[in-house]
């Protein structure tokens, strides 16, 4: 299922590391008392593989953590090793988007600056299968329509009791790229407008009479997770692939730029407007 950490994997090594170096134990002093190889303790407290909890039981006792502490990371590691729901759309995407999808679950606020096209989280059914076709035209109708169907079982975690929030930038260049043809785009600009007015979703969108800008060209996504320990990440996507960034300088350059991006687009009520009347523009005569 690809290459990327999920969260809870990547929050239980964030723990394994923390309580070694407090237990004053180098990774190789730390390897040769629970009897794994220095590789194996280095790849498990970089979130590079999926560890087994009686191996987290083993570390912990190395460490001198027992009661609570324990009990609650050796679950933490049965949980970090369950298949998500998205397991049965394997076939459906590329595997290293399957790590996305599993930030994108857990995540708790989403900053997205869209350049090109509407956010998978946000896209009409029809606009999305326009989408999907064009980018994979080798593609049969009946996988097309799997792609779709994950595409929109993705956009469930906006329907949650306790929904993320969402706060999107969209180029004014994505209202004008026709997707689907001209009913397809009217009915997914209306979707933009109609889900902007949901309490946990806003949208503006970066006008062309404002020129360049920071971060001009790059679309991007940052996420933040509700869990303290889970740090804000940056991902990048490109036709083979995707970057996951959770280094402090690389989410504060891409969180500098959203700013400056907020600053200059459109009022969130302005944007509503704009995506109406764009809409209009689009719909038949």
């Known amino acids: 299922m690809g290459t990327h950490p999920t969260v809870r994997r990547r ?11 407090a237990a004053d134990l180098t990774i190789e002093q730390a390897a ?6 220095k590789s194996t303790l280095s790849r498990i407290e970089t979130a590079q593989i999926r560890v087994q909890p009686r191996t987290v039981g083993t570390l912990l006792r190395v460490y001198g953590v027992g009661g609570e502490v324990r009990a609650a990371l050796v679950q933490l590691a049965r949980d970090a090793r369950e298949h998500g729901w998205w397991v049965d759309y394997s076939g459906s995407m590329p595997q290293w988007f399957a790590g996305y999808v599993a930030f994108e679950d857990e995540a708790s606020g989403f900053q997205i600056v869209d350049i090109q096209l509407v956010t998978g989280l946000l896209q009409t059914p029809d606009y999305a299968r326009a989408v999907i076709a064009a980018e994979f035209p080798e593609d049969s109708p009946e996988r097309i329509d799997e792609r779709v169907e994950l595409r929109l079982a993705r956009q469930a975690i906006l329907r949650r009791e306790t929904p993320p929030k969402l706060w999107l930038i969209l180029d004014e260049s994505v209202t004008e790229r026709v997707i689907g043809g001209p009913e397809v785009m ?3 600009l ?16 970066l006008p062309f009479n404002q020129g360049p800008y920071a971060g001009m060209g790059v679309g991007f996504t940052i996420m933040e997770f509700a ?5 804000t990440v940056v991902y990048l996507e490109n036709l083979s692939g995707a970057l996951l960034l959770d280094s402090p300088e690389h989410v504060a350059t891409h ?3 959203y700013d400056h991006m907020r600053a200059i687009a459109l009022s969130p009520v302005d944007s509503v407007k704009l995506l109406s009347v764009k809409a209009d523009a689009f719909a038949p005569r």
């Open 32 to 37: 040769a008392e629970a009897k794994v190889s």
């Open 227 to 231: 869990n303290p320990g889970d740090p």
């Open 11 to 21: 929050r239980l090594a964030s723990e394994l590391r923390r309580l070694r170096e």
């Open 186 to 188: 009217a009915a997914q």
């Open 255 to 257: 969180a500098t730029a």
């Open 190 to 205: 209306r979707h933009l407008a109609d889900t902007s007015q949901l309490p946990n979703v806003t949208i503006q969108v």
